[in-house]
C-alpha cells in the first residue's frame, strides 16, 4: 500500500481518490447550483421587465450585462421615495387627463404634448426624481413594466419635430397609450400586480 504526506499526514492511495471524488462532486453540485440560480434569476427578471428585458440585452450586448443593469434599476428605485397620491392629488390629475383628452380633436399634437407633460408631472408627484427620457423611462419599468413599450412609443410621437409630424392615427394611438400610462401610474404597484395577476 503506498503511502503520502500530505499536511503532516500520510494517507493512502485510496484516500487520496475518495478524497478527490468527493471534492470533484463538490465541485460539480456548486456548478449546478450556480447555474441553477443564474436561470432562475434570469427568468424573474424575464417575467418581472417584459419587454424591457429585451430591450436591455440589445443595449448592452449581453444578458449577464443586462441583468447588472436591470438589477442596478431596481437597487435604485427602493432607495427613491415613491409615494401613492392623496385624494385630492389624484382627483387634481384626473380632471387635467379628462381636459387634455377634450383637447384631442381640435388639437391633437397639442394634446399628445400636454399628455407626455401630465405623464412627468404625475411620476414627480409620486416621488420620481426629475430626469431625461431615458432615466424616467428605467425607474418606470421596475414597477410598472407592462407599459413601458407604450410609454417609448407615445413620447417619441410626442417629442418628434414639425418636419417629421405624426399622422393623426399615430397621435391618437399616442393618446391611447398615455391614457393606459395614466391609469397604471395612478395606482398602486400592489394593486397592479393584483388586477394584472386576476
Request: proline share 2%.
Amino acid at each position: 500500500m503506498n503511502y503520502h504526506l500530505i499536511m503532516g499526514h500520510y494517507i493512502t492511495n485510496q484516500e487520496l481518490i475518495v478524497g478527490a471524488v468527493i471534492l470533484a462532486a463538490l465541485v460539480a453540485v456548486a456548478i449546478v447550483v450556480f447555474i441553477q440560480n443564474r436561470r432562475t434569476r434570469t427568468t424573474g427578471l424575464k417575467n418581472r421587465f417584459g419587454s424591457e428585458y429585451e430591450r436591455a440585452v440589445v443595449t448592452h450586448g449581453s444578458a449577464r450585462q443586462a441583468e447588472a443593469k436591470l438589477s442596478d434599476r431596481e437597487t435604485r428605485v427602493q432607495a427613491l421615495k415613491i409615494r401613492e397620491l392623496g385624494a385630492t392629488e389624484r382627483e387634481r390629475f384626473v380632471t387635467e387627463w379628462h381636459t387634455i383628452q377634450s383637447r384631442f380633436v381640435d388639437h391633437p399634437k397639442a394634446a399628445v404634448t400636454e399628455a407626455d407633460g401630465l405623464i412627468n408631472a404625475l411620476l414627480i408627484a409620486r416621488g420620481y426624481p426629475q430626469a431625461e427620457f431615458e432615466q424616467r423611462a428605467a425607474d418606470i419599468s421596475v414597477n410598472y413594466p407592462r407599459v413601458m413599450e407604450n410609454y417609448r412609443v407615445a413620447h417619441s410621437i410626442a417629442v418628434r419635430t414639425d418636419n417629421v409630424e405624426a399622422s393623426t392615427e399615430e397621435q391618437r394611438t399616442a393618446m391611447i397609450q398615455y391614457r393606459e400610462i395614466f391609469d397604471d401610474l395612478l395606482q398602486a404597484p400592489k394593486a397592479l400586480e393584483a388586477r394584472t395577476a386576476a
